[in-house]
Nanobody, 126 residues
């Protein structure tokens, strides 16, 4: 069974940090562009960042640039999203997703992804 499983969400104070993990099961994440998305209550799902399969190059949307970092650990078949300086507006359910492509760029956050994780709640509040 092909699955993505997110973990690492939780409650954090403004200015704090969290690291989300996206573990692949049944397939090799290195062969896929992995994207991170989030959906806040009452809002549409929004793309955040993606990492290429060909060369691990990355893309970030402006609203997370310089605060979030996406990375791969091939040995663990896992992609991470390290989040720093979190703000209340970052509160959302975070999803990872996989699509069979070589490179990511801004437009790749809008294509149809093949696999989705179940989501991880991130709440930023004092």
């Amino acid at each position: 069974q092909l699955r993505l499983v997110e973990s690492g969400g939780g409650l954090v104070q403004p200015g704090g940090s969290l690291r989300l993990s996206c573990a692949g099961s049944g397939f090799n994440l290195d062969n896929y562009v992995i994207g991170w998305f989030r959906q806040a209550p009452g809002k549409e799902r929004k793309g955040i960042s993606c990492i290429s399969s060909a060369d691990a190059s990355t893309h970030y949307e402006d609203f997370v640039k310089d605060r979030f970092t996406i990375s791969r650990d091939s040995a663990k078949n896992t992609v991470y999203l390290q989040m720093h300086n979190l703000k209340p507006d970052d509160t959302a359910v975070y999803y990872c997703a996989a699509v069979r492509r070589y490179y990511c760029a801004g437009y790749v956050l809008f294509v149809d992804y093949d696999y989705w994780g179940q989501g991880a709640q991130v709440t930023v509040s004092s």
